[in-house]
């Protein structure tokens, strides 16, 4: 299987997926990621794969207070692959 940088396009699909999974074990509403984020989440070139991108959404659920996440819910190593990107919410 590609790297999950070859495959931007799956990542909005893997996210969900995730997400999904995520949220029933916390167990959470499983919150929306607005469209800002998720152009972050898909200009990070994920060096970790897929673990590291599972690992950054357990992190912004945990971290968020709204029903969205945001760019700023998000690890910094994970914004700063990114330019222009605004921090806050």
């Given at each position: 299987m590609p790297p999950l940088r070859e495959?931007?396009?799956?990542?909005?699909?893997?996210?969900?997926?995730?997400?999904?999974?995520?949220?029933?074990?916390?167990?959470?509403?499983?919150?929306?990621?607005?469209?800002?984020?998720m152009q972050c989440l898909m200009a990070y070139p994920w060096p970790g794969n897929i673990r590291e991108l599972h690992n950054e959404l357990a992190r912004a659920v945990a971290l968020s207070?709204?029903?969205?996440?945001?760019?700023?819910?998000f690890s910094p190593k994970v914004l700063q692959g990114q330019a222009g990107v605004t921090l806050a919410k």
């Open positions: 495959r931007i396009g799956d990542i909005p699909a893997i996210a969900g997926h995730l997400m999904s999974q995520i949220c029933a074990k916390l167990p959470r509403p499983e919150p929306r990621i607005d469209d800002e984020t207070d709204g029903a969205c996440l945001h760019a700023a819910d």
